[in-house]
């Protein structure tokens, strides 16, 4: 028996409760880990509420994203043994695999080897960001050396690793933050300029380009606010919409503008494509070797501090990085 956290009903924090489960040996292409850290993202805030983009199978447990070490390989499983220290990245449904808990049976396929040195928290913290964004910039489009990139939302953990992927590939990267507070930590990031609510979205993003307009937006927002971001493209411009922070719906923009690319996109299109992760783990690690990337870690929480985790995540008082859950102690 393993304690795990899952909910019986949708709602907030509060609906989180620990369990007693039995969990089940891994089957053909599958391994069960020893979760030591887990990453928190939104995706799990909203799945809990609802509101995600697949509804929860009640008893549910939640989370995509774990560093852990190997204890058990199902039949087929040749690439990791026990005792491998590996990270997961997202590749599955939380209603297929959950990691929220002291244990794990996940696909050996969304395992990645953890850097030599990388603790769990950092591991927990350094893959969902970098790939994401290596999908983006490299898959979907390739970034040029003086291509003007919008991030929104710019301080959760994807914006912050955007920032410096897009500076470590020659582009110049303007953030925006829903306020001033996180302007200081945004410009040590790496932006070249943030832009806040209370700046006129297309005219910031004008004048920070010198007038060109943006060639990319990475927007982790979407809503009624990508008509505003398609506005203030330059011609042949691209906009991905990898996320719905703004919880409305993301409405086709009216013309009157430049011709632009505007395209959704998720990371499971990197993440279960073996080929790309391959890529995508590759350009990481290189990243990471030289320095150019180097993973932001907001707070970390006790296991037994799930509810305001969870609580902490949906807070407008989150710092930037990734929040983590600590699982087990090194």
Same mark, same amino acid.
């Given at each position: 028996?393993?304690?795990a956290i899952r909910f ?14 039995? $969990?089940? &040996?891994?089957?053909? !292409?599958?391994?069960? +880990?020893?979760?030591? *850290? #887990? ?5 799990? =805030? ?37 005792g491998d220290l590996v ?23 969304? $395992?990645? &080897?953890?850097?030599? !040195?990388?603790?769990? +928290?950092?591991?927990? *913290? #350094? ?5 994401? =964004? ?19 939302a710019a301080a959760n ?63 982790? =927002? ?109």
């Amino acid at each position: 028996m393993v304690r795990a956290i899952r909910f019986h009903e949708t709602g907030g924090p509060e609906v989180l409760r620990y369990e007693e489960v039995t $969990l089940r &040996a891994p089957g053909p !292409g599958e391994v069960r +880990i020893r979760v030591d *850290a #887990i990453g928190l993202n939104r995706a799990e =805030v909203n799945f809990r509420r609802g509101t995600y983009i697949e509804q929860p199978v009640l008893p549910a447990g939640l989370g995509t994203e774990a560093a852990g070490e190997v204890l058990e390989v199902g039949p087929d499983v040749a690439r990791w043994a026990p005792g491998d220290l590996v990270s997961v990245v997202p590749a599955f449904s939380q209603n297929d695999y959950p990691v929220y808990a002291e244990e794990a049976v996940v696909p050996a396929a969304a $395992l990645v &080897a953890r850097p030599d !040195g990388m603790d769990a +928290i950092t591991g927990a *913290a #350094i893959w969902m960001p970098y790939v994401t =964004v290596y999908g983006m910039v490299q898959e979907v489009v390739r970034v040029r050396p003086g291509d003007r990139v919008v991030i929104t939302a710019a301080a959760n953990s994807v914006g912050m690793a955007a920032l410096q992927v897009v500076r470590h590939l020659g582009a110049l990267p303007i953030a925006t933050a829903p306020s001033a507070d996180q302007r200081t930590a945004l410009l040590a990031a790496g932006a070249a300029a943030v832009i806040t609510d209370e700046d006129d979205l297309v005219d910031a993003i004008r004048t920070s380009t010198r007038g060109h307009g943006a060639d990319l937006v990475l927007d982790a =927002v979407g809503g009624p606010q990508v008509e505003d971001l398609v506005r203030a493209c330059a011609a042949g411009a691209t906009v991905i919409v990898h996320g719905g922070l703004s919880g409305r719906p993301t409405p086709l923009p009216g013309g009157g503008y430049a011709p632009v690319w505007l395209r959704r996109y998720r990371v499971h299109e990197i993440t279960t494509d073996a080929a790309a992760l391959r890529r995508a783990e590759h350009f990481v690690r290189a990243g990471l070797a030289t320095g150019a990337f180097t993973p932001v870690v907001d707070r970390v929480f006790d296991f037994d501090d799930i509810a305001a985790a969870h609580a902490y995540v949906d807070s407008p008082a989150r710092g930037p990085g990734k929040p983590v859950v600590r699982v087990h102690r090194a």
